[in-house]
């Protein structure tokens, strides 16, 4: 993907998010009007601060909303043409839309190669087996773990919920916060594995990231959002050299980092609302 | 006309709904027919059917509320331990209790006998009670044992739930038991609930028991002979009145045959006068005529005329009140309601002694090729001991 | 033997699972007053490392020693009572509570009512109390801009503002020692400072003693005193930020410089800032 | 001692012990993959045995054409409560579905009991010999088919649940629906299927207690009787339901056996088990072969 | 906040932290609280018997369901054996009166003291047992108690239970439903009160933290074997005084009233009124005892003619609770508590939905 596309509707979008509001518990309001678009075979990312409602975002596509009490009450969210708003999550994992979730969930009371097993549980093909060896080279460190899932140190869990939507092999996966937990050197092997299954297999991802660094350069497409609203997007460059992401989301950018510990008031934020 | 307020609390489901069904299908017929025929001296009985599922406190619950409203002035009931719950409520209340429970602590009106745990002055039933009734099995054991020519002391042992049903006779007749030359061996218990029984019934065929007294209900009681026939057990069982009737025989089929059972009524269709009137009544909820109704039925038709009767000589006497009600209940000298004669066996109460009789029939059962017989086998005399009152 | 300016010493702790070593004759020790941070691949011990010194799991070898005083069979809840709070790794809020009573349970060893004067309340000295306690626990909320979450059930919330309560909650033990355990993972920058700054003014201003576990280099550095390594369970590097950034065996297996560079025009330690 | 006795009580032990053993098995089924606690398993006995006395009885059918149709009735109806009561409540508090399930339990009891009546009924002559002798005991001919089979069927769900691919889904929608659904198991499919099986072997189960003591609304009270058993074993422990079951049968039997030589209290055999059952927990927490809940932090 | 503002309040508002940790959020359900018991004074004044009773079992119930709250929706132990403890309360309060000559005004308490020291017993276990495993080992103690009741005649008068002496105050008699009502009522309010500030101090909340969370809760403080014990405890003391209350309202005392039967009825009610909701117990249990009420008055309108009809009312009437319980839950699997916060929360934003 090395070549930055221009626009997101360059190529066609598998993925449109239609203007969605979603509504927890019937009634809390957690997105308003979000709209996004996620072309065939690229990597877009979601960024926005704690709270925002990107996890939101991404379970309303997946459907998992329902299983939260919540619902898309407007709007309408199409994957390959075909409307999936408020379909059930096994449905819309068998059309091929495959979500990490937050937080590592994983089957803690099932040893690692049965969670990679369940990866693969909507796949009939005979693979299974040998994507199960190349996760392990992946992450070698699974390989040696051989008890209950559950006992996985933090980022090995995240290792084994980036490994299980691997086996998926779906069209299109949903990454909430692949890094979240791994050290420095795994967050750059996770972001080259995220960028050669999408090369490689050609699946479409649309990834929501705390690390904007990272999360930017591996994008073609962006969006921020706060408070439940789209507050900013453009392609990779245009991102990369926005005065107020690079204050908020990437350290400054060209000039010297700032330390954290001179970082003497809290109140700073600026919002786009 | 006015007119008489009367309980019936049934058991018509739960663990005993077995026999609480053809009892209290009995007495709901024998009212209904009372009132289609004059009722009492021209009064009419307005009686509400409760099912209580044999649950003592809600059988005292609804005995409240009851008294809070509709006040009646007579009582058909069930099971022994809401009755007996209830003896100092009705006493208080002078509300004279027909109950299907024969508990032998029923009979004492006075608490006179040293035995009588408390004074149950406006209880009556009809029948010999569960004690009297063992008393009468073990009394035919013992001339069984004879007439069969066996030696030395015969092993008796009392089986049931721990419950007051089956718990009311235990001391009292291994009392009598061992008096008559029993060896009376430990108490077996099995539940009141059909269930496997295999090993009690291991331990009954070890025990080596020659006589088996069977306190509980029918239904507990056909599952209690089928484990013990496939196990080999060898005995000579005695049934107490509840424990045994035409539905048990036709479901134990041949592992209960020989079963030696008490009868408080002959069986239907016996060639008795009051036959028909029984059929007249039977009819009140079977117009086709064709049912044939268990023992269980009868005897509820009869404590219902034994009431009936009180009732029309309270009404001569002054009124229909529960004191005048039981007044007239302890006049009844060898009496026999009118149009059962044959059915309802001769009954006697007095203001000092509540066992209403103490003749016991004894019957056995036999099942063949999905046909069976009931014989009777002696009708034993208890005596009828001052000691034995309220126990 | 004590001394007076060590708060937490830990001699040759070793704890393996079945044949996991998680842990392998690990000493080391932290002065009052300082931040200490652990790093380590994932997988390394740094969690295991924590539960020991919180009570969670026993060590089968060595000892630890708290103010001096040997802690190492003590149960959890009465090492709290000594003055050590935490937070965890994989979000351990009371889901079904609300932020403040969450908040409110770290006061659970300061607060004196109990089952018998609780329900007498307004007759009993419960309800002064409870309110004294509750101005305390404001402070708090205060203090780390939580205020609007304040009635919002724990399990609701976003993952980001989780970790926040939970820092609320061990802050509100007035521990002595807190140990933090990834309290920047799934923050963005913006918030990322602010927790940093957080965390400096708990150690400047509050006195407490903090150690932590972080994957982000930019932030151990910055902001800690001394850093311990951990790899495979034992302990490789100790010393100031700067010194462990040089060491050799740190940067490969930990920050993996010399892995193959990521397809960014960015040098690696800038794209984890 | 009565050596006598003493065995025929243990050998009667694992013959009933089986029998909890598979109506444990049928808890644990759905416990297994849907973690409800099914309190409606009792009534499962009961729908089944009533349903093949009536086809037997009613409908005068042979026994081999009456058993498996009760079998595909039992299926079906498996297959309907869950679209029908439980399929609204995926994705709720589990208690809300335990609470369906004490529910549904008064809801069948009561049917049945308005269907059948409140008599225990026998069942039919269905084999030519109705005991054979294991070692000087006699035991009745339904409790060994039930035996067979329910070996048959242990072996079945545990290579099932162990290597099977709906086992494992299974597996996963107990732990959690939520993330079982984000990979693409349909949880509905998966309730649907563990409540039909456990149905059917259910009434496998009624139906041989049934030839034995008649059917009667008193099968239901198996469904509570085989807590033990099941906890035991460890809850979600397909083996550990058998090995609890003949651990409670042979329980039950010891204690009638102290019972009937030395103690007379009588009702040993009902309680003892549950005496047990405290202490053995205070010692293995998780039964037998329970799986340890994951304490990590 | 004393003056009569008509501006409708929107959100909250709140000025001290005392207002803040008050039992009723809003100044209305202070005012529909304290209102409802003013108007249940007058009940039996205005109520005939039928209502009453519903009102007193209620009651005794009612307690007896937020004592089974506290150890299963708070503190997340479930309890199958709640109806021994019920019984247990029942059987010492008869005891201690018959036996032992104390008067009923005293028996009651003590047996709820007596009542919470065998939950300690019995809750000792759940120091190592837990979930369903701690679940059945609860059942196992239901069913050795009942097997205790049904045998220890000193104590129970065996299987054929025990008289229970009715309630005397200064020698007045409490033997009328008009009176009796009083005194559950008056327990009702105590408990209620006693068990909501209970579970907004200290140790309620370490209930809570236990069943949420408890091996972050130990971190935090909290000492899990004595919370688990204890909310055994306190909620053997609640079963005590309802069964004690529900003894000397019926004046007998069986075993046979406690079964597990009435254990599930006690889960049924708070799980029908919401876990861990202390207004849910009371709403729950009213579900629970008007539901058959309710029944039967359907079933009535059919009208018995014979037993046999009356059998298979019975058996309707069991099928239609059963019934209700499904259909309640597949519409409503929060509880009661639930939808009425859900209406308290669309009136108190009420235009502003959302
Ligand atoms: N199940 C739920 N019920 C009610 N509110 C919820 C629920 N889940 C999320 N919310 C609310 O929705 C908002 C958005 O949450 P979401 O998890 O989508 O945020 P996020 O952008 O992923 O944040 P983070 O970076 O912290 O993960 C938050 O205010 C949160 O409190
Ligand atoms: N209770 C346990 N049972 C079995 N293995 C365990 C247990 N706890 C930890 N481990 C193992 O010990 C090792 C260290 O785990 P730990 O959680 O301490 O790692 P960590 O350094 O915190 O890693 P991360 O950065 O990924 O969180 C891991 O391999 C883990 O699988
Ligand atoms: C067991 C039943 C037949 C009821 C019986 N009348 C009794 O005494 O309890
Ligand atoms: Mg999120
Ligand atoms: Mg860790």
Redesign the pocket.
């Known amino acids: 993907m090395g070549e930055a596309v221009p626009q997101s509707a360059a190529k066609e979008a598998v993925l449109t998010v239609n203007n969605i509001e979603v509504v927890y518990d019937e009634v809390i309001l957690v997105l308003r009007g979000i709209s996004l678009e996620v072309p065939q075979g690229e990597i877009v990312t979601l960024l926005g601060p704690n709270g925002a409602g990107k996890s939101t975002t991404l379970k309303a596509i997946s459907g998992l909303l329902k299983t939260e009490d919540g619902k898309v009450t407007r709007g309408n969210v199409t994957f390959m043409g075909e409307n999936i708003t408020n379909r059930p999550p096994e449905e819309i994992v068998r059309k091929g839309i495959f979500q990490v979730m937050e937080g590592r969930r994983i089957i803690e009371d099932m040893t690692v190669v049965e969670n990679l097993r369940l990866g693969a549980y909507t796949r009939r093909d005979r693979g299974i087996r040998k994507d199960i060896d190349m996760v392990f080279d992946y992450f070698p460190r699974l390989k040696e773990?051989t008890?209950m899932a559950g006992?996985?140190?933090?980022?090995?869990q995240q290792m084994l919920a980036i490994g299980r939507a691997m086996m998926a092999r779906p069209k299109m996966i949903l990454l909430d916060e692949p890094s979240m937990?791994l050290?420095p050197l795994l967050v750059k092997e996770v972001f080259n594995i995220i960028r050669s299954i999408n090369r490689e297999q050609g699946i479409t991802m649309l990834l929501v990231e705390q690390n904007a660094n990272m999360a930017l350069h591996a994008c073609s497409y962006g969006y921020v959002m706060e408070s439940g609203k789209i507050v900013l997007d453009g392609n990779r460059e245009e991102l990369l050299s926005n005065e107020d992401m690079k204050e908020f989301y990437l350290a400054g950018g060209d000039k010297e980092r700032k330390s954290f510990k001179n970082i003497k008031s809290y109140k700073r934020r600026k919002r786009w609302l | 006309a006015d007119k008489i307020p009367v309980g019936h609390l049934a058991a018509l489901t739960g663990p005993t709904s077995d026999v609480g069904v053809p009892y209290g299908q009995g007495i709901a017929d024998a009212l209904n027919y009372i009132n289609k025929n004059g009722g009492v001296n021209g009064k009419q009985i307005e009686f509400e059917t409760v099912d209580y599922a044999y649950n003592a406190p809600r059988a005292v619950a609804t005995y409240k509320k009851w008294m809070a409203s509709m006040k009646p002035v007579a009582i058909q009931g069930w099971g022994t331990a809401d009755t007996e719950a209830l003896v100092q409520f009705i006493a208080q209340d002078q509300v004279p209790y027909i109950s299907a429970s024969y508990s032998g602590h029923l009979t004492d009106p006075t608490g006179k006998s040293p035995k009588t745990k408390a004074p149950a002055p406006y209880n009556y039933f009809y029948g010999p009670s569960y004690s009297d009734a063992c008393r009468g099995l073990v009394q035919w054991a013992m001339e069984d044992w004879k007439a069969k020519g066996k030696e030395g002391k015969p092993k008796f042992v009392h089986m049931g739930d721990n419950h007051p049903y089956p718990n009311a006779p235990k001391e009292a007749c291994a009392a009598y038991a061992e008096e008559l030359g029993f060896e009376v061996l430990n108490p077996i218990v099995y539940s009141l609930k059909p269930a496997d029984a295999k090993a009690q019934c291991l331990s009954l065929k070890e025990s080596g028991a020659n006589y088996a007294y069977l306190g509980n209900t029918s239904g507990s009681n056909i599952s209690l002979l089928n484990s013990c026939t496939t196990v080999g057990v060898q005995t000579q069982y005695l049934s107490n009145i509840w424990g045994w009737d035409e539905n048990s025989i036709n479901a134990a089929k041949e592992a209960g045959n020989g079963v030696a059972w008490v009868v408080g009524a002959p069986p239907w269709g016996s060639a008795v006068p009051g036959m028909k009137t029984l059929a007249a009544i039977s009819r009140m909820s079977d117009s086709s005529g064709k049912s044939e109704r268990p023992l269980h039925y009868i005897r509820g038709v009869c404590a219902t005329f034994f009431m009936k009767d009180a009732m029309e000589m309270a009404d001569k006497a002054g009124g229909i009140t529960g004191p005048n009600i039981k007044k007239a209940m302890d006049q009844m000298k060898d009496h026999v309601p009118a149009g059962l004669e044959g059915v309802c066996t001769p009954s006697t109460w007095t203001a000092e002694d509540h066992r209403g009789t103490t003749e016991v029939s004894v019957y056995t059962s036999d099942y063949k090729d999905g046909k069976f017989t009931m014989t009777k086998m002696a009708t034993e005399d208890v005596p009828r001991r001052a000691e034995w009152l309220g126990w | 033997m004590s001394d007076p300016t060590s708060l937490l010493q830990v001699s040759g702790v070793s704890l393996s699972?079945?044949g996991?070593h998680?842990l392998t004759d690990v000493t080391f020790e932290v002065r009052k007053g300082e931040v200490f941070s652990i790093i380590?691949?994932?997988?390394?011990?740094?969690?295991?490392?924590l539960?020991c010194v919180s009570g969670r799991?026993q060590p089968q070898k060595g000892s630890i020693l708290f103010k001096g005083q040997e802690i190492t069979g003590m149960r959890p809840n009465d090492r709290c009572t000594l003055g050590i709070g935490r937070t965890f790794?994989n979000l351990a809020l009371f889901a079904h509570m609300t932020v403040l009573d969450n908040i409110m349970v770290g006061r659970h060893h300061l607060l004196k009512n109990n089952f018998l004067n609780g329900p007498l309340y307004w007759l009993s000295r419960a309800q002064k109390e409870e309110l004294r306690h509750r101005r305390d626990v404001e402070d708090i909320i205060d203090f780390l801009e939580i205020a609007h979450i304040r009635k919002s059930v724990a399990g609701t919330l976003s993952y980001g503002l989780r970790k926040r309560v939970e820092l609320a909650r061990a802050v509100a033990l007035r521990p002595e020692l807190i140990l933090l355990d990834?309290p920047m993972a799934g923050m963005n920058l913006e918030e990322k400072e602010d927790m940093a700054r957080y965390i400096i003014d708990l150690n400047e201003e509050w006195g407490m003693t903090v150690v932590m576990?972080e994957?982000d280099m930019g932030v151990v550095m910055d902001i800690s005193h001394r850093v311990m390594v951990?790899d495979f369970?034992k302990k490789i590097a100790e010393g100031l930020p700067d010194q462990i950034m040089d060491n050799d065996h740190v940067k490969k297996a930990y920050l993996g410089e010399d892995t193959e560079e990521p397809e960014t025009s960015q040098p690696a330690e800038e794209e984890v800032a | 001692m009565n050596w006598n006795l003493l065995i025929q009580l243990l050998i009667n032990g694992i013959i009933i012990g089986t029998l909890y053993g598979v109506v444990a098995m049928c808890f644990v089924l759905i416990y297994k993959s849907t973690r409800v606690v099914n309190f409606a398993q009792g009534e499962f006995l009961l729908i089944g045995a009533w349903t093949c006395w009536a086809l037997l009885v009613k409908f005068e059918l042979p026994f081999y054409i009456g058993f498996p149709l009760t079998l595909a009735f039992m299926l079906v109806f498996g297959i309907l409560l869950q679209v029908v009561v439980l399929r609204p409540l995926i994705g709720e508090p589990i208690i809300s579905v335990i609470m369906v399930t004490i529910g549904l339990s008064m809801f069948f009891q009561s049917l049945m009991g308005m269907l059948f009546g409140g008599f225990a009924r026998p069942f039919p002559t269905v084999f030519e010999t109705a005991s054979v002798n294991v070692l000087g005991l006699q035991i009745q001919t339904a409790y060994i088919m039930s035996l067979v089979i329910s070996v048959v069927i242990m072996i079945g769900f545990y290579y099932f649940f162990k290597h099977s691919r709906t086992g494992l889904a299974m597996r996963a929608t107990a732990f959690n629906q939520q993330v079982a659904q984000s990979l693409g198991i349909p949880v509905r499919h998966v309730f649907a299927a563990a409540w039909a099986i456990s149905a059917m072997v259910s009434a496998l189960a009624g139906v041989v207690v049934g030839m034995v003591n008649g059917v009667s609304s008193a099968l239901s009270f198996f469904g509570i009787k085989v807590f033990p058993a099941v906890i035991l074993g460890g809850l979600d422990s397909i083996i550990g339901s058998i090995v609890g079951g003949l651990t409670i049968g042979i329980l039950e039997n010891l204690a009638e056996f102290f019972d009937a030589q030395w103690l007379h209290i009588g009702n040993m055999y009902t309680i003892a088990p549950f005496y047990a059952l405290v202490i053995i927990l205070m010692i293995k927490p998780y039964g037998f072969f329970g799986t340890k809940d994951i304490e990590?932090i | 906040m004393a003056s009569g503002h008509t501006m409708m309040r929107c959100g909250e508002y709140r000025t001290t932290y005392q207002a803040d940790t008050t039992i009723f959020p809003t100044p209305m359900s202070r005012y529909f609280a304290v209102g409802s018991v003013i108007l249940l004074l007058g009940a039996p004044a205005l109520l005939n018997a039928y209502y009453l009773n519903l009102l007193i079992q209620i009651g005794y119930y009612g307690i007896a369901a937020l004592g089974l709250n506290i150890v299963v929706g708070f503190t997340g132990q479930i309890s199958l054996g709640h109806a021994a403890f019920f019984g247990f309360g029942a059987f010492a309060s008869a005891w201690l009166n018959s036996s032992l000559h104390i008067p009923v005004f005293f028996s009651i308490p003590l047996a709820g003291v007596m009542t919470l020291l065998v939950g300690l017993v019995v809750g000792i276990p759940a120091g190592r047992i837990k979930g369903l495993y701690l679940a059945i080992a609860t059942l196992a103690s239901q069913f050795i108690l009942e097997d205790f009741f049904a045998r220890a005649d000193w104590f129970t008068g065996g299987s054929y239970g025990a008289m229970a002496a009715p309630f005397t105050v200064f020698g007045y008699t409490m033997n009328t439903d008009q009176r009796y009502f009083y005194v559950v009522l008056f327990y009702v309010v105590v408990f209620f009160l006693l068990g909501s500030n209970l579970l907004r101090t200290r140790d309620g909340r370490a209930f809570v933290a236990v069943r949420d969370h408890y091996l972050s809760a130990e971190i935090m403080g909290i000492n899990l074997n004595k919370y688990r014990i204890l909310s055994f405890g306190i909620s053997s003391l609640y079963a005590g005084i309802g069964g004690a209350l529900f003894g000397h309202y019926l004046g007998y005392v069986s075993a046979e009233g406690f079964t597990i039967l009435l254990s599930i009825q006690f889960l049924g009610m708070i799980i029908i009124g919401g876990l861990g909701s202390v207004m849910g117990s009371l709403l729950g249990t009213a579900f629970m005892v008007l539901l058959p009420e309710v029944m039967e008055g359907v079933v009535n309108l059919v009208g018995a003619t014979s037993p046999d009809m009356t059998q298979a009312l019975a058996y309707v009437k069991e099928m239609a609770i059963g019934l209700s319980i499904i259909l309640f839950l597949i519409f409503e699997p929060d509880g009661l508590a639930h939808r009425w916060k859900m209406i308290k929360a669309y009136w108190k934003l009420y235009p502003f939905s959302y």
């Open positions: 773990r008890g006992y996985l140190s933090g980022g090995e937990g050290s | 699972f079945g996991v998680a380590g691949p994932n997988g390394a011990g740094k969690t295991s490392m539960n799991y790794q990834e576990i994957h951990l369970g | 990590r």
